[in-house]
């Protein structure tokens, strides 16, 4: 339509693409129709990404992404952060770029939760150490997969403020307990509880607001606490725990 002189700014036609005009100020016309502008509605989704799934909406070699998830979602969002391939859990969307861009500005403060499967199990001794170690927060949670009350393999919640899964990968990986799986589920103020695999939820003003409060450091604003009671409990009948000896003050300390 440009190049066929269809389209004319200000009442001057226009025949080079990439001129640049501004739909708030100028008065845009191709083929004879006024080009009114058009309001964008922002959207916040938290999406439930399966494991196997691009966290991007295109990817160069053909796999599923995000956009296998988005059906009948007519406007346009991307992810913000990423949550990588093999992994599943909580990731957010929004056409909204100023949230955006402050999120990733902040990425290193918000707090993000994760549930970790390693082969074998740790004692709470071990908990303690590597989440010293490595600068994280670490404890049991219920084992979803167990048998008769015990499972061979356990899952752990770790909770941190920057991306720490390499480094507690490779601890892991050292202590002989390496990652076997790996599903976030909160991100700031956000959970992925109550949304299935696969599906996508929009979020309600307030969420949202919650989540630019996190996201700017104005109030320290992790996944609902109540909520996520549902997800952990006291470790499991079977975890090992050190014995206590009296320490000089003779009360118990531990060893």
Known sequence: ????????????VVRELGTKADPATDKIVAAGRAVGTVAQRNIYLALHKPPE????????????????????????????GNLEYAASG???????????????KNWAQIEQVYHVKVKGMLTLADLDRIGKEVGLKMKTVRQPDATRGRAANFWY?????????D??????????HPVEKLMRIGLGSLTV???PRGRY????????????????????????????????????????RERKTPGRSGREEPT
Do not use: W, Y
């Open 1 to 12: 339509m440009i190049l066929s002189g269809q389209v004319r700014v200000n009442g001057v």
């Open 53 to 80: 799934v691009v966290s991007a909406m295109a990817d160069p070699e053909g796999r599923k992404t995000l956009r296998n998830c988005l059906r009948g979602l007519p406007e346009r969002v991307f992810p913000v």
């Open 90 to 104: 909580l990731v957010f969307l929004t056409n909204d770029g100023d949230l955006a861009a402050e999120m990733l």
């Open 157 to 165: 919640e770790v909770r941190m403020r920057d991306s720490k899964k």
């Open 167 to 176: 480094e507690l990968r490779r601890l892991l990986m050292k202590e002989m």
């Open 193 to 195: 509880e109550g949304l």
């Open 201 to 240: 939820r929009l979020l309600a003003e307030k969420e949202v607001e919650a989540l630019r409060k996190s996201a700017s450091g104005k109030q320290d604003v992790g996944p609902n606490e109540e909520r996520r009671k549902t997800f952990t409990q006291s470790p499991q009948r079977g975890q090992r």
